[in-house]
């Protein structure tokens, strides 16, 4: 039957999934704002958030983050 995961792809048991946070934007009524995503990815989807530097590993680095301090 299979897991479909959050990049759309498909595993056959969940320890296949990589549970991640990612930077992202949003808009709001006050304009783009910085938001943090939660996803179930596959291998090769993780591989590509991490090429893009897009992975937010910590508590510490998702509130840098959120408060524009990751640069």
Same mark, same amino acid.
């Given at each position: 039957?299979?897991?479909?995961?959050?990049?759309?792809? +498909?595993? @056959? &048991?969940? /320890?296949? %999934?990589?549970?991640?946070?990612?930077?992202?934007? /949003?808009?709001?009524?006050?304009?783009?704002? +910085? %938001?943090?995503?939660?996803?179930?990815?596959?291998?090769?989807?993780?591989? &590509?958030?991490? %090429?893009? &530097?897009?992975?937010?590993?910590?508590?510490? @680095?998702?509130?840098?983050?959120?408060?524009?301090? &990751?640069?």
């Amino acid at each position: 039957m299979g897991i479909t995961l959050s990049c759309g792809h +498909r595993v @056959e &048991d969940y /320890e296949e %999934a990589h549970n991640i946070a990612t930077k992202a934007w /949003e808009i709001t009524t006050e304009g783009w704002s +910085r %938001a943090i995503h939660y996803s179930s990815v596959c291998e090769t989807c993780k591989k &590509d958030y991490e %090429a893009e &530097d897009s992975i937010l590993y910590s508590d510490e @680095e998702e509130n840098n983050w959120l408060k524009g301090e &990751d640069e």
